[in-house]
């Protein structure tokens, strides 16, 4: 059997000529796994990440199999680089058919970033920002998917840490960002929802995948460990994460649900604290204030119809 993403997703016959991805934190892990196939699938590929020697090399891999793409770098700790990007893509591309917001991390020492904590800077704040600022470049039909973890559950919304890192927990300030990307991508859809716009947005659980890199920022003997899973019976490979990531982004069988939360590619049920609505609006109104930004589809009101979350 086939290991490549697409066909662990059973996506193959999926064609994705004529449509943009972009794929933020794909110069390695799951990310990059994931815009290969969607290369192969079709799809033109915007490759993201820091390193731009890593980002010219996946580029460069993605044509030789027959692809395109093109790398825009971004410094997710940086808010004027965020918006950058999605300049880039404006300006460069007709229209955004698929923006999966995959890049993120898990930090060992706590930092602020812009007076934030890092990691709910670069793991929430950033997708909010680049989602934000591409939500008019969005076609009609677009899919917005959010890489989220189920390290979510035992987390609650707690929105004034985030301004501090007294007491610092990378597993913590990490499961909180996860959390974040949940309420988000909920929130998202709702207000798409609301606004009569028929584009979708959800989140997902990739699997416990020690390939992906995560376990590169744990402390000490645990890294070792955590790559060492790798082998152990009931682990994730990188290209079963990128298969859970094409299967919410180009599966037939997706194309119409959103606000939901997918694990094993299927929609499950996300922790109770995931599925407060009102948090997911207090997170929504105090991230763009964070931000300094004006509130993104802030027609969209709290008794709206929306897509519920469980």
């Known amino acids: 059997m086939s290991t490549r993403p697409e ?29 290969y196939a969607l290369g192969r699938l079709g799809a033109e590929v915007i490759v993201h990440g820091r390193d731009r020697e890593a980002g010219e090399a996946v580029v460069e891999g993605i044509r030789e199999e027959g ?39 898990l930090f060992r020492e706590g930092r602020l970033v812009e007076g934030i904590e890092r990691t709910f800077y670069v793991n929430h704040l950033a997708p909010y920002l680049l989602t934000a600022e591409l939500l008019d470049h969005l076609r009609e039909d677009a899919r917005v998917v959010t890489m989220a973890s189920d390290a979510h559950r035992g987390a609650e919304l707690d929105l004034d840490r985030v301004r501090t890192v007294d007491g610092y927990s990378g597993m913590g300030a990490y499961a909180h960002s996860k959390l974040a990307n949940v309420l988000f991508a909920s929130e998202l859809a709702r207000r798409l929802d609301a606004a009569g716009r028929p584009a979708v947005s959800n989140s997902l659980h990739p699997g416990f995948v020690p390939g992906s890199q995560f376990g590169r920022f744990l402390p000490g003997p645990l890294s070792g460990l955590f790559q060492m899973l790798g082998v152990v019976p009931g682990t994730s490979s990188v290209a079963d994460g990128a298969a859970e990531l094409l299967h919410v982004a180009v599966s037939p069988d997706t194309a119409d649900v959103s606000g939901r939360y997918f694990s094993g590619q299927s929609p499950t049920t996300p922790a109770a604290a995931a599925r407060d609505r009102a948090a997911a609006e207090r997170l929504w109104h105090r991230s763009a204030e964070l931000l300094g930004m004006d509130v993104p589809l802030s027609d969209a009101v709290s008794g709206s119809a929306a897509t519920d979350a469980s």
Request: contains cysteine; glycine residues 12%.
């Open 7 to 35: 066909s662990l997703a059973t996506v193959t016959d999926i064609d994705c000529t004529g449509q943009t991805a972009l794929v933020t934190g794909s110069t390695s892990g799951i990310g990059r796994v994931a815009a």
């Open 67 to 105: 692809g395109e793409a093109a790398f825009v770098a971004a410094d997710f700790t940086e808010a004027a680089a965020i918006r950058t990007l999605a300049e880039t893509v404006r300006t460069e591309t007709d229209g955004l058919d698929l923006l999966l917001n995959n890049a993120g991390g």
